[in-house]
């Protein structure tokens, strides 16, 4: 007599690696554990908790890239500083030069 094997599909979890034969499959072709009684709570539930993480990783990049933003700006506006700082000095030092090469008033092109 032949024993009957009654084959129960488990496949394994690409959350948290468990096999499980209460899943849910995605479109892209990942799976997840989902236990659940319809009108109650999940007892497990990998795929929301893949979404979440996708999710919080999503702000988190989101708040870096937003701090990144932040940090050239002030960068920028720094260096902008720099510049007008720098300026009056240069403008003197291009008042001198003009008045060394005889340059007239009129065609003085100060910064
Ligand atoms: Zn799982």
Not at 2 to 24: M, S
Not at 27 to 54: M, S, V, W
């Amino acid at each position: 007599m032949r024993k009957k094997r009654t084959r129960i599909i488990a496949p394994k979890c690409d959350w948290c690696g468990e096999h499980n034969q209460y899943f849910v499959a995605t479109a892209n072709k990942k799976i997840f554990c989902r236990e659940q009684y319809i009108g109650q709570e999940p007892i497990k539930d990998c795929h929301t908790q893949y979404l979440n993480h996708l999710k919080e990783q999503h702000v988190l990049k989101q708040r870096l890239q937003q701090e990144e933003q932040i940090r050239l700006q002030k960068e920028k506006e720094e260096r902008q500083k720099e510049k007008i700082k720098a300026a009056p000095a240069l403008n003197e030092k291009l008042k001198e030069l003009y008045e060394k090469l005889g340059v007239k008033k009129s065609k003085q092109t100060y910064l």
